[in-house]
């Protein structure tokens, strides 16, 4: 527990660090670099970034409440996954609104309303599709398909943040964020189910 809480500690400190740090100031460095991948494939772009619409999310949290049904050795993990989903996205709204960057002003295709910092889809990235690799990659399928299952997850996750930037959406440290936010979610989510299952281990039923 202490480790996953250690994580969460300083993923939210980073996060919010680099959002103060970035929110209120012209992009430089990495953030004038990653402008140059913008119009980059932007249709594929368009299919990774529309992995993380919220009607994409919802059937990640049906499925996860599915599962848990079906998979009783991860049932605590994927209920915590599916109630992630809608916390989450409250949080990342209010993240973004307390932040209040501007988005880039080379956007192609999609103009969104909400403020830049931090990207929900590199959030999503991590929380759904990375989480998704690393649940199935500990569970009891095959091990072929377990390996092809998790590796396609973890590249997906990959392809929706090069997505956001392709797409001129975000800047290099809106993503750097939406990872961090991501990352503490899923480890305070694992500090708060190791200790709630921590009793049980120390004092089992005789």
Same mark, same amino acid.
């Given at each position: 527990? +202490?480790?996953?809480?250690? @994580?969460?500690?300083?993923?939210?400190?980073?996060?919010?660090?680099? $959002?103060?740090?970035? &929110?209120?100031?012209?992009?430089?460095? =990495? %953030?004038?670099?990653?402008?140059?991948?913008?119009?980059? !494939?932007?249709?594929?772009?368009?299919?990774?970034?529309?992995?993380?619409?919220?009607?994409?999310?919802?059937?990640?949290?049906?499925?996860?409440?599915?599962? /848990? *049904?079906?998979?009783?050795?991860?049932?605590?993990?994927?209920?915590?996954?599916?109630? #992630?989903?809608?916390?989450?996205? +409250?949080?990342? %709204?209010?993240? +973004?609104?307390?932040?209040?960057?501007?988005?880039?002003?080379?956007?192609?295709? @999609?103009?969104?309303?909400?403020? &830049?910092? &931090?990207?929900?889809?590199?959030?999503?990235?991590? @929380?759904?599709? *990375?989480?998704?690799?690393?649940? @199935?990659?500990?569970? #009891?399928?095959?091990?072929?398909?377990?390996?092809?299952? !998790?590796?396609?997850?973890?590249?997906? $996750?990959?392809?929706?943040?090069?997505?956001?930037?392709?797409?001129?959406?975000?800047?290099? #440290? %809106?993503? =750097? $964020?939406?990872?961090?936010?991501?990352?503490?979610?899923?480890?305070?989510?694992? !500090?708060?189910?190791?200790?709630? #299952? /921590?009793?049980?281990?120390?004092?089992?039923?005789?």
């Amino acid at each position: 527990m +202490k480790g996953a809480a250690a @994580i969460a500690f300083v993923a939210i400190v980073a996060y919010v660090a680099l $959002g103060l740090a970035v &929110s209120h100031v012209p992009p430089h460095g =990495i %953030d004038g670099a990653g402008a140059a991948l913008a119009g980059e !494939a932007p249709r594929l772009a368009l299919v990774f970034t529309a992995s993380c619409r919220w009607e994409v999310l919802v059937v990640w949290f049906a499925l996860a409440l599915l599962a /848990a *049904w079906q998979i009783p050795d991860l049932r605590a993990r994927l209920i915590l996954f599916a109630v #992630t989903i809608p916390v989450m996205w +409250k949080v990342s %709204d209010a993240f +973004k609104e307390f932040f209040g960057r501007p988005r880039p002003p080379y956007w192609r295709l @999609i103009h969104e309303t909400s403020a &830049s910092y &931090s990207s929900g889809h590199a959030m999503w990235a991590t @929380i759904v599709y *990375w989480a998704a690799a690393s649940l @199935i990659w500990r569970s #009891t399928l095959p091990r072929p398909v377990r390996f092809a299952a !998790a590796v396609l997850l973890a590249l997906w $996750g990959v392809g929706i943040i090069w997505s956001r930037l392709a797409l001129g959406a975000h800047y290099v #440290t %809106d993503l =750097i $964020g939406g990872v961090l936010l991501g990352v503490f979610a899923l480890a305070a989510g694992s !500090a708060l189910l190791r200790r709630r #299952t /921590a009793p049980r281990a120390a004092n089992p039923s005789p």
